[in-house]
C-alpha cells in the first residue's frame, strides 16, 4: 500500500524563524512529490517534483526531493503569521494514478 | 471565477439518508477527483475518474457513487449514511491523470447526526 509519512505533526514558531518539514514516502511506481499548504478550506498548490536534487524556490518557500532516500524536505525562511497552516506532502504513483497524502503538518506561527 | 466548486459547502443529514454532493470545474480538465478528509486531516483518495475510466478505491464502501454527467461535473452520491461518513469531502481535477497538480474545491462539510 502507498504511504506517505510526515513529519513533524505540528510545530509553533516565532515569526522569522526558519522552518524545515519532511515527507517521506513509499509508492509504487513514484512519479511525482506535491506540496499543498491548506488553511481554512482547499489545499492550495505549492511546488511539483519530479526530478532528485533540483530545488524549487517560490519565494521564501523552497522544496527539494531525493528519489534515492525517498523524501522531500519544505523549507520556509523567515516565517510570517500568514504562513500558519497545514502543509500537506502528496506522492503520484503512476500506477495507481492518483495522489496518496501524508497527514500534514500544522505549523503555526505566533507573532 | 472559480475553478473547481462545490455545493453545498456545508451538509447536515440524519443517518440513512441519501445525499449528493456536486462538483463542477472550469479548467477544462480531462480529470477530477474526490477526496475524503477525516479529522485528523488525512485526505485519502475515494475516486479517480476520466471519461474513459473510473479508477476506485477498494476502500470506499460501495454506498458511495461518482457521477459523472460530463467532463466538467462529478458528483458524489452517498446511501444510507453513517455517522462515520462525517468528514469534509474535497473535489479536485487535474489535466490529465498524474501529469500535473489537482486543483481542490474548497471542500464539503458532512455531518451525519
Known amino acids: 500500500e502507498d504511504k506517505v509519512v510526515q513529519s513533524p505533526l505540528s510545530l509553533v514558531v516565532h515569526e522569522g524563524d526558519t522552518v524545515t518539514l519532511n515527507c517521506s514516502y513509499e509508492?509504487?511506481?513514484?512519479?511525482?512529490l506535491l506540496w499543498y499548504k491548506q488553511e481554512k478550506k482547499a489545499p492550495t498548490f505549492l511546488f511539483m517534483l519530479?526530478?532528485?536534487?533540483i530545488e524549487k524556490k517560490s519565494g521564501r518557500l523552497s522544496s527539494i526531493l531525493d528519489k534515492k532516500e525517498l523524501f522531500s524536505i519544505l523549507n520556509i525562511t523567515a516565517t510570517q503569521t500568514g504562513d500558519s497552516a497545514v502543509y500537506l506532502c502528496?506522492?503520484?504513483?503512476?500506477?495507481?494514478?492518483?495522489?496518496?497524502f501524508g497527514s500534514g503538518t500544522q505549523l503555526t506561527v505566533l507573532p | 471565477d472559480t475553478a473547481v466548486s462545490q455545493t453545498p459547502k456545508y451538509l447536515v443529514t440524519q443517518m440513512g439518508n441519501d445525499k449528493s454532493i456536486k462538483c463542477e470545474q472550469n479548467?477544462?480538465?480531462?480529470?477530477m477527483y474526490w477526496y475524503k478528509q477525516d479529522s485528523k486531516k488525512f485526505l485519502k483518495i475515494m475516486f479517480s475518474?476520466?471519461?474513459?475510466?473510473?479508477?476506485i478505491n477498494e476502500t470506499v464502501p460501495n454506498r458511495f457513487s461518482p457521477k459523472s454527467p460530463d467532463k466538467a461535473h462529478l458528483n458524489l452520491h452517498i446511501n444510507s449514511l453513517e455517522l462515520g461518513d462525517s468528514a469534509v469531502y474535497f473535489c479536485?481535477?487535474?489535466?490529465?491523470?498524474?501529469?500535473?497538480?489537482?486543483?481542490f474545491g474548497q471542500g464539503t462539510r458532512l455531518t451525519v447526526v
Open positions: 479536485a481535477s487535474s489535466r490529465d491523470y498524474g501529469s500535473t497538480e489537482a486543483f
Open positions: 509508492v509504487t511506481n513514484f512519479r511525482s
Open positions: 519530479t526530478s532528485s536534487g
Open positions: 502528496a506522492a503520484l504513483s503512476g500506477s495507481a494514478r492518483q495522489l496518496t
Open positions: 479548467l477544462g480538465h480531462d480529470t
Open positions: 475518474y476520466n471519461n474513459k475510466e473510473l479508477i
